[in-house]
């Protein structure tokens, strides 16, 4: 397995001996900077921005504004545990490179340009996966926003537009001459979106094609699935998407937090949220953590079930204490304690960076 991954002045090294080296997806209303931290403490050597549209960012509305909330850099840069790559997506080249020159100056390492997303109004405007129909368009996309950054970049695609168009080999053929430092793949075509089954061989075609480190992506659930994808296609890193949302620890490797253990993690989480968005949206939108967070242990339908209608924090910890005070009874473990960095989760950086 890779032992290490240069991205420009970035080397990404596993977290373990042995390990593979674990990335996490960009995720459209996922990857914000809570759960990116999340990740980055689990072991996600790099965590990714959910995508941005070029034209949104120009236009500085509120929303966008608080997806480029990309406090978390700091930590990454002053710890070395990760570092933050940013996606963004657009159909007009110069306002890509525009877009990009602003996410470099709100704090993003890295810059990634997504040329893989399926769905049906982003490929009606021309973008994301639509770059597929037109490689020298993408090249070029790739070249200008290089040139117009002096951060590295690298590019998120998928095999090609359908089974009779695989493309990927070309991309990947042109990709260090347009300026790109790696590649993600997404091991299933545009047609597909995100049914059937990814086809692993065309990352390990890609990879022995390529002379950019190659990311693997698709159809990894677990831990040993990455480890599955890593030694058969010798892609150098994994970057997983759905199984971080389910279970974010997947980046620690065969660790399987306990059922206190996954409270600690959970309030962490929230503090985090709340902070970001405050308390009523905060706590809405972890909603959907808690029902990944507790999956799998005995009569957590009955935890999950009065989680997802909490308002509060209030609530959230009432329900997590009583919960706990239960499991300790049955001599579950005592909480881990969850390593953090100075000022973490309490970053009080959120509404200052929004309003800068």
Aim: net charge negative.
């Amino acid at each position: 397995m890779t032992t290490q991954i240069r991205i420009g002045p970035y080397t990404l090294t596993p977290l373990r001996p042995g390990m593979p080296i674990l990335t996490l997806a960009p995720m459209a209303g996922i990857g914000n900077w809570p759960f990116r931290l999340v990740c980055a403490r689990m072991g996600a050597r790099m965590v990714g921005v959910e995508f941005i549209n070029c034209n949104a960012i120009l236009h500085h509305n509120w929303k966008t504004e608080m997806m480029m909330n990309f406090c978390d850099a700091d930590i990454y840069r002053d710890t070395g545990m990760s570092v933050l790559a940013a996606q963004i997506y657009g159909n007009d080249i110069g306002r890509m490179v525009e877009g990009a020159q602003v996410l470099e100056e709100r704090g993003a390492q890295i810059m990634d340009i997504n040329f893989g997303c399926s769905v049906p109004k982003i490929l009606k405007s021309e973008s994301g996966a639509a770059f597929l129909k037109d490689i020298d368009r993408m090249m070029d996309a790739v070249r200008r926003v290089t040139e117009g950054v002096s951060i590295p970049v690298i590019l998120k695609t998928r095999l090609g537009w359908d089974r009779e168009n695989m493309s990927i080999l070309e991309v990947v053929r042109q990709a260090r001459d347009a300026g790109a430092h790696a590649v993600a793949i997404h091991a299933r075509t545009v047609a597909q979106k995100f049914n059937g089954t990814a086809d692993w061989s065309w990352i390990a075609r890609a990879r022995e094609t390529s002379t950019v480190p190659i990311f693997g992506n698709g159809d990894v659930f677990t831990y040993p699935d990455a480890v599955r994808m890593a030694r058969e296609t010798g892609c150098d890193g994994v970057m997983i998407a759905r199984a971080a949302l389910e279970q974010p620890w997947v980046f620690s490797g065969d660790w399987h937090p306990t059922f206190i253990e996954r409270i600690g993690l959970a309030k962490d989480h929230l503090a985090m949220m709340t902070e970001y968005k405050g308390e009523r949206v905060g706590v809405m939108e972890m909603r959907k953590f808690f029902a990944s967070y507790f999956k799998g242990f005995p009569n957590a339908s009955h935890l999950r079930g009065s989680l997802v209608r909490v308002e509060t924090t209030e609530q959230v910890h009432g329900i997590l204490d009583e919960w706990a005070g239960r499991a300790s009874e049955m001599g579950e473990a005592e909480p881990m304690t969850v390593e953090t960095v100075d000022g973490s989760p309490d970053l009080a950086c959120t509404e200052e960076y929004v309003s800068s």
